[in-house]
């Protein structure tokens, strides 16, 4: 063992250039160690080389401390990423601007509060990843079918501690795919809450929006042919990329079912599946960071277009003031539509609802005041920074 630790080297070329003869990449890596092996030796002890194990029993090993790594690496950038969102959240715990549901003006939200609902979404994708690291830290020494014909399980055990993995307690002459599948569904899930980051700030920066701006260096082109373009092109990125992550993990649905202990359907794919979908996850990480490390906010546009339809967002607060007096849900809902409705044609809301004699029985000047108050409405939105350890 000392001798083929001290002298078993190898080199691409000459592991190449075996391979044109066996097609067999491993094959031709070990052949290449005992080659060496030998010519250091006065005996063939490079024969010791593969002994009692299988080419998974290597391949699916290393690619268990890959994975592993790559996680690791994977996590820190997000964690890189949660601490921007973070320091965004709490500089705008109090930025009023304009909730939007189906591309339409809903009520006042803060944008510290829509950063903390992202921080939220990163931190679960988070520890999906981290979950799932903990799956494809694994390895196996148990032989060609998995039974450990020839080696043992001891000897297993010991190469898995050293390598810092667990055993997986039930392989074949593989681990079983559903580890991975699970890994890259993980890190799917993480491009698409990424995804969902960008197209939020791809559509803020809609000129007729215009809320939030991605930096924009000095003699930076946005157009070819337009030159006052300042396109959003760093969130697309990230929206274009997470598709290709998704793409990856449906490839890899597809590999969990093998043939028998195992076919080769998984290999080919997986020798680009792999490194892609890691390197993609974490390029699409260090990218948004980047984006929302340099984020301009302008609070005076959001609170300008909050105020694009007057008072009118407050129409829900209108329903529920009336029905906390007395009026049933169903008329208290027409009385704010229908003042809502003459809002639409010019009139102003806050005004029709304090003239309107519905309102005026059952509402005092003060109360009215109140429902259309911005504070008012606002005074919980730091709840979601508290609850998710922001403030």
């Known amino acids: 063992a000392q001798t083929i630790?001290?002298?078993?080297?190898?080199?691409?070329?000459?592991?190449?250039?075996?391979?044109?003869?066996?097609?067999?990449?491993?094959?031709?890596?070990?052949?290449?160690?005992?080659?060496?092996?030998?010519?250091?030796?006065?005996?063939?002890?490079?024969?010791?080389?593969?002994?009692?194990?299988?080419s998974y029993d290597v391949i699916d090993t290393a690619l268990g401390v890959m994975l592993r790594n790559s996680a690791d690496v994977i996590l820190q950038s997000g964690e890189r990423l949660a601490e921007v969102i973070a320091n965004l959240a709490r500089e705008h715990a109090d930025t009023p601007c304009i909730g939007r549901t189906h591309g339409i003006h809903a009520e006042p939200i803060t944008f510290g509060f829509k950063c903390a609902n992202w921080f939220a979404e990163l931190t679960r994708n988070l520890n999906r990843v981290r979950a799932c690291r903990e799956d494809?830290?694994?390895?196996?020494?148990?032989?060609?079918?998995?039974?450990?014909?020839?080696?043992?399980?001891?000897?297993?055990?010991?190469?898995?501690?050293?390598?810092?993995?667990?055993?997986?307690?039930?392989?074949?002459?593989?681990?079983?795919?559903?580890?991975?599948?699970?890994?890259?569904?993980?890190?799917?899930?993480?491009?698409?809450?990424?995804?969902?980051?960008?197209?939020?700030?791809?559509n803020l920066q809609r000129t007729e929006i215009l809320e939030v701006q991605e930096a924009f260096a000095k003699g930076q082109t946005g157009s070819s042919a337009m030159p006052h373009k300042r396109n959003p092109w760093n969130s697309e990125t990230v929206c274009g990329l997470a598709r290709l992550l998704r793409a990856n993990s449906h490839a890899m649905l597809e590999s969990v079912a093998t043939w028998?202990?195992?076919?080769?359907?998984?290999?080919?794919?997986?020798?680009i599946v792999f490194p892609d979908s890691c390197q993609l996850?974490?390029?699409?990480?260090?990218?948004?960071?980047?984006?929302?490390?340099?984020?301009?906010?302008?609070?005076?546009?959001?609170?300008?277009?909050?105020?694009?339809?007057?008072?009118?967002?407050?129409?829900?607060?209108?329903?529920?003031?009336?029905?906390?007096?007395?009026m049933s849900r169903e008329d208290a809902y027409k009385v704010a539509q229908r003042n809502a409705a003459a809002a639409w044609e010019g009139h102003d809301f806050k005004a029709s609802v304090a003239n309107d004699p519905d309102v005026r029985t059952r509402l005092s000047p003060e109360e009215v005041d109140e429902i259309f108050s911005l504070e008012h409405h606002l005074r919980h939105a730091r709840f979601t920074l508290e609850a998710t350890g922001l403030l």
């Open 5 to 54: 630790r001290q002298h078993g080297t190898f080199t691409l070329e000459r592991s190449d250039e075996i391979e044109l003869e066996t097609r067999h990449d491993l094959m031709a890596f070990v052949r290449n160690l005992s080659e060496t092996v030998n010519a250091a030796s006065p005996e063939p002890l490079g024969r010791y080389i593969h002994m009692g194990v299988t």
């Open 136 to 202: 494809v830290a694994v390895g196996k020494v148990s032989g060609a079918v998995g039974v450990h014909g020839v080696g043992s399980p001891e000897l297993e055990a010991i190469v898995c501690q050293r390598l810092g993995l667990n055993v997986d307690p039930a392989s074949t002459q593989i681990i079983n795919r559903d580890r991975h599948a699970a890994f890259l569904n993980a890190l799917a899930l993480l491009g698409a809450g990424l995804e969902r980051i960008a197209t939020e700030l791809r």
């Open 260 to 271: 028998h202990e195992r076919d080769l359907t998984n290999s080919s794919l997986e020798r």
């Open 281 to 326: 996850a974490d390029f699409m990480l260090n990218k948004l960071t980047s984006i929302l490390g340099g984020l301009q906010v302008f609070p005076d546009r959001m609170m300008k277009n909050l105020r694009l339809m007057g008072d009118l967002v407050f129409s829900e607060h209108v329903m529920i003031g009336l029905i906390e007096k007395g």
